[in-house]
């Protein structure tokens, strides 16, 4: 039983660790508990303060943010916390945050959601918060949680490859926010439908100019820190910034597509893919990311970016295969660790350089300021 | 009248500055420490980089800045480019050595290697946990031996027999270089062992997974050292080739992005007598508690930065009563 209510006093008010937008699809599953629903604050500096001051030090840096937005919600009068675990040290990270957070005094129930993305254990788990609860109703709130996933992983994937091009900036943010305030509520399954292919139509309609040369990126590594732009520094706003064409591959939608009976045939796939820089599956997301960066760099992508929370072993696994991939094709690899410390000046620095570096292979390759490569970098407005 | 493009590479040790002219011949150089105040330093370099100049029929058209300071500086020159500085090495060392494929550079406070094939930087990597290896470590150390940094090179060649010294880590290679020195090791050994760890640690963190092929120019503060020169060819088994400047590759480097830019405004060595000051303070607008800094040019807002939305610049300048002012050339504004 992963179901603790006996601390929870009063009415119940549950709560959830942020990952980039997708409070929206979670607030949908946790109305099915009939409970007020308490959304944690928007992640700032504060949250990662309160989460790295009581964590491990060397713990990986999504229990921080995790644990800070738990804190965070429990000053605003949460009682009931939700988690969920996966296939590395995420899968101890309720039984840790939950030790931590009774240290700190706080009184609070705490569901934990162990079977992965297995409905039949999560409906479990509900039920036993939630007795009314029956299988049509949750059903129910599991189809318009997914959909609401795929609308939002669709709409920000299409920002994502075009943001960098805009004609009028803040263009695509505005669609954005004003598309995620609507699909907030939105709760029935062709409402959804219609809201994505009105956002995506508005999207398609922004005056962009795109540069015939552009560079495209794809962005691999540990699911956390690659859904949570907060937590990776908004590296993928930094690279649009820079001109490229974001493409990422992990998603939610993508997580649901590959769980379940599918998994095995999608890790073998991925195997095949990652040949000949690995041969077995290497745990969490570190496989997918030997896999999709050698896709990648097929398909003539002009470099990847590797994010991962510092010492994440799955991670850190894939990155010798990368190195050697990255060696051996001369495909550019940018591998970036975060934890609570790192420095946002670094950061710039590696992906000015970085972005500098493909701009300047590019010319190179398609004959443009052959001659002078430097020429190349003056005309992207100096830095 | 000719041209000049001026560069400047202000690093957290010190601080390079050159004037170039259309051909990227170095017109004038200086190098000077930077002493924890970017702005003093830069003006410094400035008056030397004058002196040089004078009577030389040169006006500098464009500015570029690199370095750790590169934005603060940028905003005093009123550059017309501010550009990382890993761009402005490979830059800088290809215009000197086209052939190069390899790009070692060890600094004050960081290092990094740069792989050119055919003439393009294609990959890169800097330190990012520890300054272990890095200039200001040699020179904390050769002020404990009672070496001046400068004769340390000298001292580890004449060593025969170097002492292995721990380099994974700073505070443990401190406590190994003294342990050794206690129990009796020669001095010129330590030294040679220091160099030896140094570069043992360069390749295996900072060179860590890349392929190290010749030809190597090792440039930054550190090449100036013959001891790390000679392990860095024991450990490589290829010729190093340190260039004379290779302490100004930086500077050379952003001027000739500079150069190249396009952009030109006349500028003026008269910078020297503005009065330019920093504040800061955290925007408490939201609880990221940005930490902001504002640039002032005789008590006007210059420009500003830290700040994660565009509020923040506003409202910091307003809590600090700071008059609005005309924002720095181009480049600059925004970040």
Same mark, same amino acid.
């Given at each position: 039983m992963s179901v603790d209510l006996s601390r929870v006093s009063g009415a119940r008010r549950v709560s959830f660790p942020h990952m980039g937008n997708y409070s929206i699809p979670v607030k949908t599953l946790a109305a099915e508990l009939d409970c007020e629903i308490v959304e944690p604050p928007r992640m700032t500096r504060r949250t990662l303060e309160l989460g790295a001051r009581h964590s491990p030090e060397f713990v990986c840096i999504p229990f921080k943010y995790n644990l800070g937005n738990y804190i965070e919600a429990l000053e605003a009068g949460a009682n009931l916390l939700i988690q969920a675990g996966g296939g590395c040290r995420f899968g101890y990270y309720g039984e840790v945050q939950e030790a931590i957070l009774r240290d700190l005094g706080y009184e609070f129930g705490m569901v934990r959601l162990v079977g992965g993305f297995s409905v039949r254990e999560h409906y479990r788990d509900f039920k036993a918060v939630n007795p009314r609860l029956n299988v049509r109703r949750a059903l129910q709130a599991y189809r318009v949680a997914i959909r609401q996933t795929r609308a939002l992983d669709r709409v920000e994937d299409h920002v994502r490859r075009n943001v960098a091009f805009e004609a009028e900036e803040g263009a695509h943010d505005r669609v954005h926010a004003a598309f995620l305030a609507e699909l907030d509520g939105t709760r029935d399954l062709r409402g959804i439908a219609a809201l994505e292919e009105r956002t995506l139509g508005e999207l398609a309609a922004i005056p962009a100019e795109r540069p015939r040369d552009l560079l495209r990126v794809g962005v691999v590594g540990e699911l956390y820190v690659l859904m949570e732009p907060f937590s990776n520094h908004f590296v993928e706003r930094e690279l649009a910034k820079r001109g490229v064409e974001v493409h990422r591959f992990v998603t939610v939608s993508a997580m649901i597509d590959h769980a379940g009976r599918k998994k095995h045939a999608y890790l073998d796939r991925m195997i095949e893919h990652a040949d000949p820089y690995l041969r077995y599956h290497i745990g969490a997301d570190g496989t997918e990311s030997v896999a999709m960066t050698h896709k990648l760099m097929r398909e003539g992508f002009d470099g990847v970016l590797h994010l991962k929370p510092f010492g994440c072993m799955p991670e850190v696994n894939a990155m010798s295969a990368l190195q050697?991939?990255?060696?051996?094709?001369?495909?550019?690899?940018?591998?970036?660790?975060?934890? #609570?410390?790192?420095?946002?000046?670094?950061?710039?620095?590696?992906?000015? #350089?970085?972005?500098?570096?493909?701009r300047m292979s590019k010319d190179r390759r398609t004959g443009a300021g052959a001659d002078d490569a430097p020429a190349a970098l003056a005309s992207q407005g100096g830095r | 009248m000719r041209k000049g493009y001026l560069g400047v590479d202000i690093g957290s040790i010190s601080t390079k500055a050159v004037v170039v002219d259309a051909a990227g011949?170095?017109?004038?150089?200086?190098?000077?420490?930077?002493?924890?105040n970017p702005v003093r330093a830069v003006k410094a370099v400035l008056a030397e980089l004058e002196e040089q100049l004078d009577g030389e029929d040169v006006e500098v058209v464009a500015v570029g800045t690199t370095g750790s300071a590169r934005e603060l500086t940028g905003a005093v020159l009123g550059a017309q480019v501010?550009?990382?500085?890993?761009?402005?090495?490979?830059?800088?060392?290809l215009s000197r050595h086209p052939d190069v494929q390899t790009i070692f550079e060890i600094g004050g406070q960081d290092s990094k290697i740069i792989i050119v094939r055919d003439g393009v930087p294609v990959d890169y990597a800097m330190n990012t946990l520890c300054a272990a290896g890095t200039g200001s470590f040699l020179s904390s150390q050769a002020r404990r031996?009672?070496?001046? /940094?400068?004769?340390?090179?000298?001292?580890?060649?004449?060593?025969?027999?170097?002492?292995?010294?721990? !380099?994974?880590?700073?505070?443990?290679?401190?406590?190994?270089?003294?342990?050794?020195?206690?129990? !009796?090791?020669p001095l010129e050994d330590i030294i040679a062992g220091l160099? &030896?760890?140094?570069?043992? &640690?360069?390749? &295996? &963190?900072?060179?860590?997974?890349?392929? /190290?092929?010749?030809?190597?120019?090792?440039? !930054?503060?550190?090449?100036?050292?013959?001891?790390?020169?000679?392990?860095?060819?024991e450990a490589t088994g290829h010729d190093v080739y340190v260039d004379d400047d290779g302490h100004l590759m930086g500077a050379l480097g952003v001027a000739i992005v500079a150069r190249d830019d396009g952009e030109e405004a006349p500028f003026s060595f008269d910078v020297r007598d503005v009065a330019f000051e920093t504040v800061g303070e955290e925007c408490g607008g939201c609880p990221n508690e940005c930490e902001v800094v504002l640039v002032l040019r005789e008590r006007a807002f210059l420009d500003g930065w830290g700040n994660r939305c565009e509020r923040g610049l506003t409202r910091v300048r307003e809590h600090l009563g700071v008059a609005e002012g005309a924002r720095a050339g181009g480049s600059v504004a925004g970040r």
């Open positions: 050697r991939l990255s060696r051996e094709h001369t495909f550019p690899v940018l591998f970036i660790s975060y934890d #609570a410390q790192t420095s946002e000046t670094g950061l710039r620095t590696r992906l000015d #350089a970085f972005c500098d570096m493909l | 011949e170095v017109l004038a150089r200086s190098y000077l420490w930077t002493e924890g501010v550009k990382n500085e890993i761009t402005a090495h490979a830059v800088g060392t031996l009672g070496v001046p /940094v400068e004769e340390f090179g000298e001292r580890a060649l004449r060593s025969k027999r170097p002492t292995k010294i721990a !380099g994974r880590c700073t505070v443990f290679a401190e406590s190994d270089l003294v342990h050794k020195a206690q129990i !009796g090791h160099c &030896n760890a140094i570069v043992g &640690n360069y390749l &295996n &963190n900072v060179g860590k997974g890349k392929e /190290v092929l010749a030809p190597i120019v090792f440039q !930054g503060g550190v090449s100036k050292n013959v001891g790390v020169v000679r392990a860095f060819r």
